[in-house]
């Protein structure tokens, strides 16, 4: 999103209001970091890529992807994923192999972002340029660039589904909610929320809508590591606590992941399904929404994050300038990290044959 203002890693909501309003062009811009300086590099050199644990779908397309898109370009690709152990010693590792290796350009995905500024620093000392992967990278000046959907975005469009869904499914109000968020290692996972309860926020302040929990805090809706086990237990819990002469009406989940577990957690206490949100465009999630289960989905087309990231690699081995088209929103605690954002698209029932037309994958789950 473009913005003329900084994006903190901790948004008040009237920020992400203004930089909301503050969305403009479309425009590719240059950046002087490192890389777009004419220098270049050989064609054949090594790319590595860092990515997190297989934990959901879109990790695990986004490897084999880069592995073909590199390679396609004539490039050597060293793609590792970290393991599924909650710590970040696995990438750590994997990067300073990559930096070892020679790697001209090291892609991170990060597995907790603010852990991995010594491995930076040891890629940026020798001569490699860091993009950050759908996850920025903070509290670090040796990162260059930033690949990503639009994650405040994302958040925006979640809150909005959720109020949307509810009050389709029941127009007057008020409803009874609850409030996830992602792993507390993950950056986005902040944004994503913050995003969502600038949606929220003035509807829970009219009193349209209630956390019947109170459990309002991102430290008391974070799942660690993003496990579905995690969201399962949790929400079985507040169902016990909070739910047994109450209707529940929304959840704001904000993966698919999570989404089918709390929806799990639902169906196995005997609750009526309340309006559920997620994120991803798992085939698992797109199946249930069809079937009038989840609610919503967003679609953050991996295909197109991959490519606008190999596009970066090859502009920046030519010497010239990658695309970038948002200078000024994504602060990572150190600097302002040169960005190129991707539009993420909200998907419902009703726009999701459209929505995944072109996914060879997806469409056939929307007929």
Not at 13 to 38: H, I, V
Not at 63 to 82: P, S
Not at 219 to 241: F, H, P, V, Y
Not at 320 to 348: E, F, H, M, Q, R
């Amino acid at each position: 999103m473009r913005s003329i203002l900084t994006k903190t890693l901790a948004v008040g909501a009237a920020a992400m209001l203004a930089l909301t309003a503050a969305s403009c062009s479309n425009d590719r811009e240059g950046s002087d970091s490192k890389g777009g300086d004419g220098k270049g590099f050989a064609k054949d050199s090594l790319i590595g890529v860092a990515l997190p644990a297989k934990t959901s779908e879109n990790w695990v397309l986004a490897g084999d992807l880069f592995t073909n898109g590199l390679k396609q370009a004539g490039f050597k690709a060293d793609v590792q994923y970290a393991g599924a152990s909650t710590t970040v010693a696995d990438q750590q590792a994997q990067i300073s192999s990559m930096v070892t290796k020679g790697a001209k350009v090291i892609v991170i995905g990060a597995t907790d972002a603010a852990q991995l500024s010594t491995q930076v620093a040891q890629a940026k000392q020798s001569g490699a340029i860091v993009i950050a992967y759908d996850r920025l990278i903070t509290n670090t000046k040796d990162v260059d660039y930033y690949v990503a959907f639009d994650n405040l975005k994302v958040g925006q469009l979640q809150g909005q589904a959720l109020l949307d869904g509810m009050r389709k499914k029941k127009p007057k109000g008020p409803y009874n909610i609850e409030l996830f968020s992602g792993s507390p290692d993950d950056n986005n996972s902040a944004v994503f929320f913050n995003g969502a309860m600038s949606v929220l926020k003035p509807a829970i302040d009219k009193g349209e809508v209630k956390v019947g929990s109170g459990q309002t805090d991102i430290k008391q809706t974070a799942i660690q590591g993003w496990k579905a086990e995690g969201a399962q237990q949790r929400m079985d819990s507040l169902l016990t606590s909070s739910y047994s002469k109450k209707t529940l009406d929304g959840v704001l989940s904000p993966n698919d992941t999570l989404a089918r577990a709390i929806l799990t957690s639902v169906k196995g206490a005997g609750k009526p399904l309340p309006v559920v949100t997620g994120q991803d465009s798992e085939a698992e999630s797109v199946k249930s929404i069809m079937a009038g289960e989840q609610y919503s989905t967003i679609n953050k087309d991996t295909r197109k994050l991959v490519a606008e990231s190999v596009n970066m690699v090859k502009a920046l081995q030519a010497g010239t300038k990658p695309p970038i088209n948002d200078t000024n929103s994504y602060n990572n605690g150190v600097k302002v990290v040169p960005a190129y954002l991707l539009p993420p698209v909200i998907v419902t029932k009703e726009n999701a044959a459209q929505a995944y037309a072109t996914d060879p994958k997806l469409a056939p789950l929307t007929r």
